[in-house]
């Protein structure tokens, strides 16, 4: 399976019960780092977003530009849950 990479956007929120981030994907999948990055720049006119890494349908790593931001493996799962990839992944694999 080769990588694709696709933007991951981040809002922070906050309100008298707490705070948090928010994670959302348009999960438009590029071939290369490159086109995700400029897909990115599109979507936020700035440098303001990550890209993440998927191989085999799974969330493998999430960067901010090429270098890795350092996430576990739990909050990589709780990323791609959020932005709707492992449903997808696991869609996939149901159908085969």
Not at 10 to 29: A, H, P, R, V
Request: aromatic share 10%; glycine share 10%.
């Amino acid at each position: 399976m080769s990588k694709s990479y696709i933007v991951i956007l981040q809002y922070l929120w906050c309100n008298e019960t707490g705070g948090g981030i928010e994670y959302t994907s348009d999960c438009i999948k590029f071939d290369k780092r490159d086109m995700a990055i400029k897909h990115g720049f599109k979507l936020r006119e700035s440098d303001d977003f990550n890209i993440g890494v998927i191989d085999g349908g799974k969330l493998i790593s999430f960067d901010w530009m090429d270098k890795p931001v350092g996430e576990s493996e739990d909050t990589l799962a709780q990323i791609a849950e959020l932005i709707g990839l492992e449903d997808a992944a696991e869609l996939r694999e149901g159908a085969k």
